[in-house]
Each structure stands twice: as structure tokens, then as C-alpha cells.
């Protein structure tokens, strides 16, 4: 069966510092892989996706991941955070097969501070 | 378009109550879900559906109903409310994926406390 882990569920810095959000997943056959965010009092919107092809995804608002298949990793990067990016963030799985069946990690709040 | 659009945007019930969430997507699309969102478990499926007439089970669908009689719309009946129940519901659409991955669109949520 497929999981997601992400590790933190807090991750506290400053605006324009550097962040890394941690994802892990478990699974035995070929999957797809996303990130999701949730702003304050919303649904959630895809940020980026990784289906194949080139390891390093990014967004239109300058996050980037990175999947590592010998880590199952897929850490989410951004070299400079604003304000406007504190939000619930939230790491998710699928099987390249039938119904699109999304796993999702249990999610990590980013708050930035002035 | 106006996307996928769910009411209420919240709820109280006692428990033993009934009430059905509605769930409406605008986008012609073939797959629709509900999803529950709670502190600390990220979001887990409790129904899905890939067409009008087809649902099945999720993760947690224990104490929810579903049917899809239509392509627009995916309403989630609880018959008997519990303190269990109390979360926040997502409802997500998408088109048919096939061999490659179509975007899920998610609802704003219902909000829902069960005393």
C-alpha cells in the first residue's frame, strides 16, 4: 500500500529565508507525486506534480521539487519565502493506474514571520 | 465557470441528525470525490465516483452514503451523526486520467461540528 510521510508539522521562518519541506513515500510500483496547498479558510490547489521525465518540477510562484526515486523522496524547496506563502502545505501519492486515488501526508504548516 | 461548489460552508448538528452536504462541479468532469480533512491526518477519501450511476468506497466511508445521478452533482448523506463526524469535508472533481494524471479541483469545504 501506498503512504505519504512528511515528517514536519511546523515549520517556523523568516521572510526571504530559504525553506525545505520534507516528503517521503512508500510504494512498490510507479506513482505520481504532488504537492498541494491550502491558504487560510480555502480548498486546496496543486502547487506542482511530478509524473515523469525530468526530477526537478517547479511552480509559477517559485517553489521546486525534486523527486529522488532511490531516497522515495520528493522534497519541497523555495530559495526565498514571502509572507503571502504561510499556508498548510500538504504532500500526496497515486498509482499511474485507475481512479486517480490520491494518498495525502498528514501536511506542513509554513508560517513566515517578518 | 464557477468550478466545484459545496454547501453549507458550515454545519452544527446534534448527534442522531441527518444531512446531506451538496457537491456541484460545473466542468463536465467524470471523476468527483469527497475527502475529510482533520488535524493532524491530512485529507483521507471516504467515497469517489468515475461516472454517473458508479461510486465506490474509500478509505474511511463507514457512517456516509453517496450516489451520483448525475454528472454534476456528488452529494454525501450522513444518516445518523456522530462526534466522530465532526471535520472538514473537501469534495474534488476531475476529468477521466486514463494513463496520464488530470488535475483534481478541490470545493472551498464544509465545515461541520457534530455535538
Known amino acids: 500500500a501506498q503512504s505519504v510521510t512528511q515528517l514536519d508539522s511546523q515549520v517556523p521562518v523568516f521572510e526571504e529565508a530559504p525553506v525545505e519541506l520534507r516528503c517521503n513515500y512508500s510504494?512498490?510500483?510507479?506513482?505520481?507525486l504532488f504537492w498541494y496547498v491550502q491558504y487560510p479558510n480555502q480548498g486546496l490547489q496543486l502547487l506542482l506534480k511530478y509524473l515523469s521525465g525530468s526530477t526537478l518540477v517547479e511552480s509559477i510562484n517559485g517553489f521546486e521539487a525534486e523527486f529522488n526515486k532511490s531516497q522515495t523522496s520528493f522534497h519541497l524547496r523555495k530559495p526565498s519565502v514571502h509572507i503571502s506563502d504561510t499556508a498548510e502545505y500538504f504532500c500526496a501519492v497515486r498509482l499511474n493506474t485507475g481512479f486517480q486515488k490520491l494518498v495525502f501526508g498528514t501536511g506542513t504548516r509554513l508560517l513566515v514571520s517578518p | 465557470n464557477a468550478g466545484v461548489t459545496q454547501t453549507p460552508k458550515f454545519q452544527v448538528l446534534k448527534t442522531g441528525q441527518s444531512m446531506t452536504l451538496q457537491c456541484a462541479q460545473d466542468?463536465?468532469?467524470?471523476?468527483m470525490s469527497w475527502y475529510r480533512q482533520d488535524p493532524g491526518m491530512g485529507l483521507r477519501l471516504i467515497h469517489y465516483s468515475v461516472g454517473a450511476g458508479i461510486t465506490d468506497k474509500g478509505e474511511v466511508p463507514n457512517g456516509y452514503n453517496v450516489s451520483r445521478s448525475t454528472t454534476e452533482d456528488f452529494p454525501l448523506r450522513l444518516l445518523s451523526a456522530a462526534p466522530s463526524q465532526t471535520s472538514v469535508y473537501f469534495c474534488?472533481?476531475?476529468?477521466?486520467?486514463?494513463?496520464?494524471?488530470?488535475?483534481?479541483?478541490f470545493g472551498p469545504g464544509t465545515r461541520l461540528t457534530v455535538l
Open positions: 474534488a472533481s476531475s476529468t477521466r486520467g486514463g494513463a496520464s494524471y488530470n488535475e483534481q479541483f
Open positions: 466542468m463536465n468532469h467524470e471523476y
Open positions: 510504494s512498490s510500483v510507479s506513482v505520481y
